[in-house]
């Protein structure tokens, strides 16, 4: 990048680092295998979104789909919590594949998002997350050896705001989601 920016400047300021997941380890976590994680028939079906059903409304209609892709397999659910016109969309998307392939598309898609959204850091979920909110939702992404997350919660309306909920129960539902899928 310093050559693109001309000989006129006297000193190039260091980049700020985005957060990756190999960063995000700790050295006992580093040195120890990583966990796997499986796929399921049904993502729902071991989905606990109580955490989020308390927030909203009970957990309504579900629809789920497990699409196997190479050597990866895509699962999703979705999940009515409530009634129009404060109801929400809970979607689940997890790709479980090959090993470290979790790291790779979080690694990749963070850089995406960091460019157009407005980012926090979650601690404590998988080897590294982080969430926003867009005009599609509030978003949890993490990843996780073999397993890439995205939790979203969109209004059931679809020209209504973006719903407000706290970061604990995306992260308690994630977190449920991680329990269930490891091998």
Do not use: K, W
């Amino acid at each position: 990048m310093a050559a693109l920016a001309g000989c006129g400047q006297a000193e190039d300021p260091a980049p700020t680092p985005t957060p990756t997941i190999s960063a995000a380890r700790t050295a006992a976590t580093a040195t120890s295998s990583p966990a796997a994680y499986r796929t399921v028939n049904d993502l729902c079906a071991v989905l606990d979104l109580r955490p989020l059903s308390e927030v909203f409304s009970p957990v309504g209609q579900q629809q789920h789909q497990t699409r196997a892709v190479g050597t990866t397999t895509n699962l999703t659910c979705a999940a009515t919590l409530g009634q129009l016109p404060h109801g929400v969309v809970v979607t689940v998307q997890a790709t479980v594949g090959p090993p470290e392939s979790g790291r790779v598309m979080y690694e990749g898609l963070r850089r995406v998002h960091d460019d157009t959204e407005q980012l926090t850091d979650m601690a404590d979920l998988g080897a590294g997350a982080y969430q926003y909110a867009d005009a599609g939702g509030r978003h949890v992404v993490v990843a996780d050896a073999n397993l890439y997350l995205v939790l979203t919660v969109a209004p059931l309306r679809l020209t209504a705001a973006a719903p407000a909920v706290a970061a604990a129960p995306m992260a308690a539902v994630a977190a449920a989601a991680l329990t269930a899928l490891r091998a």
